[in-house]
Nanobody, 121 residues
Framework: QVQLVESGGGLVQAGGSLRLSCAAS????????MGWYRQAPGKQRELVAT???????YSPDSVEARFAISRDNAKNTVYLQMNSLKPEDTAVYYC???????????????WGQGTQVTVSS
């Protein structure tokens, strides 16, 4: 099994910053990618940022200029630095990891429990 433990959510005023962390643990072979989704009340879960083991990153245009994803492969930890936060960034943020259990085996995705981010106006 894989455990993803998130931290760093909370309440912040508009224009403020937060840093989320997500640490993965388990007896997996490797982590192919880690990242973040978010889900606001009444809305679908949406991708916020991804980071691959090779160093590639991606964020949608809606957050790319304000959010930055980084990763510590040695610690199996991914971070999301969120700056210039807006009320519309309010959501539960979920960490994910695409984990490989062995060479030539398909990857599996695992999710964290979610951490609430609330941005007040």
């Amino acid at each position: 099994q894989v455990q993803l433990v998130e931290s760093g959510g909370g309440l912040v005023q508009a224009g403020g910053s937060l840093r989320l962390s997500c640490a993965a643990s388990g007896s997996f072979f490797s982590i192919i990618a880690m990242g973040w989704y978010r889900q606001a009340p009444g809305k679908q879960r949406e991708l916020v940022a991804t980071s691959t083991s090779g160093g590639g990153t991606y964020s949608p245009d809606s957050v790319e200029a304000r959010f930055a994803i980084s990763r510590d492969n040695a610690k199996n930890t991914v971070y999301l630095q969120m700056n210039s936060l807006k009320p519309e960034d309010t959501a539960v943020y979920y960490c994910f990891a695409n984990v490989n259990w062995g060479p030539q085996l398909p990857a599996s995705r695992y999710w964290g429990q979610g951490t609430q981010v609330t941005v007040s106006s």
